[in-house]
């Protein structure tokens, strides 16, 4: 075996069965290694991509024919309306435009009166409970003196006064009260059925008061409608006057006429106006009629109010 260089073999000059690797060609030597042996890229090569295939169009698509809009009719001559037309379309707007002027006013007008009369009504109830409170917090009939008290020395004449109502079939121990139940002072609230009750619409009241006084007001008393089980007071006393008298079987002074409001309250206090002046021992009430009851009227309490003279004594 021929001898090898060391610096070749490493080099990879000789192949695997020692033999130098030298190749000649035709006007040119070419020296082959190992490492000098570039192996060519391995290209995949995909599947060829299949496209579809291209719709074939049987028929070509035909486009509609665009709408042939009809010509505008030509008027031969322009419409003449007549002033009558319009003069009665003008008329029709003014009649209806009236109308409801006419009915918008007499609607409002109505929804006025309707309202004005609840306002009215309330205002009415309201006075009604503050003029009832202010009698609660502060009634006249108590803070004045009153000279028609039985305790303090006032008297009935009952031969002057009208007669007791006798109750038909009422039992009989349920006895009528007297006239001297008007005078025994009775205070808010009047007990129901606690009163002088005298027949017919019309009676008279005969009293000696306590002292010889300048008469300034008088008080007369009666249930209220809120304490009545019907709801009415038809027995209450409605007109009537007063008369002033300085001795029994003297001349009577006509002091003035009153109405009891039956929606009033229970104690009402009537002003006299008349001969406060004079000086009266003696007062006579005098019902005309009631709110409504024929059989019989009932009075509650009664109280008479005015200032002792200087030169008067009790007796």
């Not at 009935?156 to 006798?166: D, E």
């Not at 106006?273 to 009932?298: A, M, P, Q």
Request: hydrophobic share 35%; net charge neutral.
């Amino acid at each position: 075996m021929a001898r090898r260089s060391a610096r070749l073999e490493n080099a990879g000059y000789y192949d695997v069965d020692g033999s130098p690797r030298i190749s000649y060609s035709t006007g040119t030597q070419r020296h082959s290694f190992p490492q000098d042996q570039v192996r060519p890229p391995q290209v995949r090569v995909s599947e060829p991509v299949q496209r579809p295939e291209p719709v074939q169009r049987s028929e070509p698509v035909q486009r509609p024919e665009p709408v042939q809009r009809p010509e505008p009719v030509q008027r031969s001559e322009p419409v003449q309306r007549s002033e009558q037309t319009r003069s009665w379309r003008w008329f029709n707007w003014f009649s209806w435009g009236l109308l409801l002027k006419l009915l918008f006013s007499l609607t409002s007008l109505v929804v006025s009166e309707v309202n004005l009369g609840s306002l009215r009504k309330e205002l009415h109830h309201l006075q009604q409970d503050l003029g009832r409170l202010q009698t609660m917090a502060h009634p006249q009939a108590t803070l004045w003196g009153n000279f028609a008290l039985a305790s303090h020395g006032a008297q009935v004449l009952t031969a002057f006064s009208s007669s007791t109502h006798q109750q038909k079939g009422s039992p009989s121990w349920l006895t009528p009260y007297s006239p001297w139940e008007v005078i025994k002072g009775q205070y808010y609230p009047l007990v129901p059925g606690h009163c002088w009750a005298f027949s017919g619409q019309t009676g008279e009241l005969f009293v000696a008061l306590s002292q010889k006084i300048h008469v300034s007001h008088i008080t007369v008393g009666h249930i209220s409608k809120e304490q009545s089980v019907t709801g009415e007071i038809l027995s209450a006393p409605k007109a009537f006057a007063l008369y002033g008298l300085e001795e029994v079987d003297g001349p009577k002074v006509h002091l003035g006429t009153f109405q009891y409001e039956s929606d009033g309250d229970s104690f009402q206090t009537f002003e006299i106006k008349e001969h406060t002046s004079n000086i009266f021992r003696f007062v006579k009430l005098e019902v005309l009629t009631n709110h409504g009851l024929e059989d019989y009227t009932c009075l509650y309490n009664f109280r008479v109010h005015g200032k002792i003279p200087e030169a008067a004594t009790t007796w």
